[in-house]
């Protein structure tokens, strides 16, 4: 996910949870902030600067609001944080906002085939569950996801000053070394359950 030379980018990751891909970043040479809403996620990301003495700014707060000036990052990132679990319609400007002319915007979401494959508890299936058009937001298992088909995403980057650089929608192997609940190996090396958007703001 991260460009090759993230070695003193000034790095935002929205939704940070446990704040491990700030981790890596910081051990790149990045200059990471993470900020997540859950003061429990955070706890356990101080927790682990101390055990592996890594140290970087850790914010409570929204992805959607984040308080820090406009023009600050060079890159912005999520991991299954705000690329999922926030409002795009939201968290993206907020990204635009926060990045400065020529920033970085990688994300990694839930392709929208899963969605589409999706039943209510949340296991992929090999039939259509729900229609494309109109598909945004799922509700359920006490959690709400967002989702955009590409066309959609495509246009709301754009309009907010983003060029999509690459589009990986990613494979399993086969054989894969795990399941998951939500989705098996076979599923995922057949069709893609996930895919990483990479994409750059306009330099003025």
């Known amino acids: 996910m991260f460009p090759e030379d993230v070695a003193g980018m000034h790095a935002i990751e929205l939704g940070c949870g446990t704040a491990y891909v700030s981790a890596w970043l910081a051990r790149a040479g990045a200059r990471p902030v993470g900020i997540d809403v859950s003061a429990k996620q955070l706890a356990t990301a101080r927790a682990m600067q101390a055990e592996f003495d890594l140290g ?54 839930r392709s929208p085939l899963f969605a589409l494959c999706a039943q209510a508890e949340g296991q992929a299936t090999a039939a259509l569950m729900r229609p494309q058009f109109g598909l945004r937001r799922l509700d359920g298992n006490n959690a709400v996801e967002f989702h955009l088909p590409h066309g959609e995403m495509l246009r709301l980057l754009r309009s907010h000053g983003f060029t999509v650089e690459d589009l990986i929608e990613i494979q399993a192997p086969a054989p894969a070394h795990r399941e998951y609940t939500e989705v098996s190996a076979d599923w995922a090396h057949h069709w893609p359950s996930e895919e990483i958007w990479k994409a750059r703001l306009a330099a003025s």
């Open 56 to 109: 970087f700014p850790l914010v409570l707060g929204d992805a959607e609001n984040v308080p820090y000036e406009d023009d600050t990052f060079d890159l912005a990132i999520s991991e299954y944080g705000a690329s999922l679990w926030c409002d795009p319609y939201r968290w993206i400007p907020e990204a635009a906002r926060l990045l400065a002319p020529g920033g970085r915007l990688v994300f990694l979401r």
